[in-house]
């Protein structure tokens, strides 16, 4: 059975300064998804990483994929407010009909 | 607007009632599913269709029920409806599953009193 570990569960941290979500899988995910999502609203895609070692950018955003540690990463780079949200990562696999399945959420707060 | 319609956006109902939530794809996107958000379960795959047939089940109780229809939407069928069903229901949509990201609709907020 997957299962989708996210941490850190919260961050608050100040404007400016870098930090990484981790997203740890249990078992070969074909591909993982990164999505943001702002209270009470929708979930808006932000990557999907395909292959071992792909990397995305976008923005001040940079998704990270290592299939042999079953590991991503979601860099943020000089924060800024804007980026406040909450982060999921979730992994899709073939046999599953590419259902998702989802960490419980990195709620992220940049404060000025 | 993301593409993928969902209606309505809120719903408040009593325990025991049923309701049916609806949700239009992306044009052109032929995969539908549907998720539930609660505060205590998090994100739960619930059940998937492509082209009108069933794909995939996940944790969805059997008061719930769906179906997609020719024309490609789809609708998310809750009776018997507890307190604990009170939730973010979201629709998804991709070209054909597995594609290259989905697309959420804004969400159903139902809430049961």
């Known amino acids: 059975e997957l299962k989708v570990e996210q941490n850190p569960l919260f961050l608050s941290m100040q404007e400016g300064k870098n930090y990484t979500i981790y997203c740890n899988y249990s078992t070969t995910s074909d591909r993982l998804y990164w999505y943001r999502q702002d209270p009470g609203k929708s979930l808006e895609s932000l990557f999907v990483?395909?292959?071992n070692g792909a990397v995305k950018q976008e923005g001040r955003l940079m998704a990270s994929l290592d299939t042999k540690a079953r590991l991503s990463t979601l860099h943020i780079t000089a924060a800024v407010h804007d980026l406040s949200a909450t982060y999921f990562c979730?992994?899709?696999?073939?046999?599953?009909?590419?259902?998702?399945?989802w960490g419980a959420g990195t709620k992220l707060i940049i404060k000025p | 607007d993301s593409g993928v319609t969902q209606t309505p956006k809120h719903l408040i109902t009593a325990t025991g009632q049923r309701v049916t939530l609806r949700c239009s794809p992306r044009?052109?996107?032929?995969?539908v599913y549907w998720y539930q958000q609660s505060l205590d379960q998090g994100l739960q795959f619930l059940i998937q269709?492509?082209?009108?047939?069933?794909?995939a089940k996940g944790n969805i109780l059997e008061r719930f029920s769906a179906q997609q229809f020719p024309d490609l939407h789809s609708e998310l069928n809750l009776s018997s409806l507890e307190l604990g069903d009170s939730a973010l229901y979201f629709c998804?949509?991709?070209?054909?599953?597995?594609?290259?990201?989905?697309?959420f609709g804004s969400g159903t907020r139902l809430t049961v009193v």
């Open positions: 044009s052109g996107d032929l995969s």
């Open positions: 998804a949509s991709s070209v054909y599953p597995g594609g290259y990201g989905y697309t």
């Open positions: 269709y492509y082209n009108g047939e069933e794909r």
């Open positions: 979730a992994g899709g696999f073939s046999d599953s009909n590419y259902q998702l399945i």
């Open positions: 990483l395909l292959s």
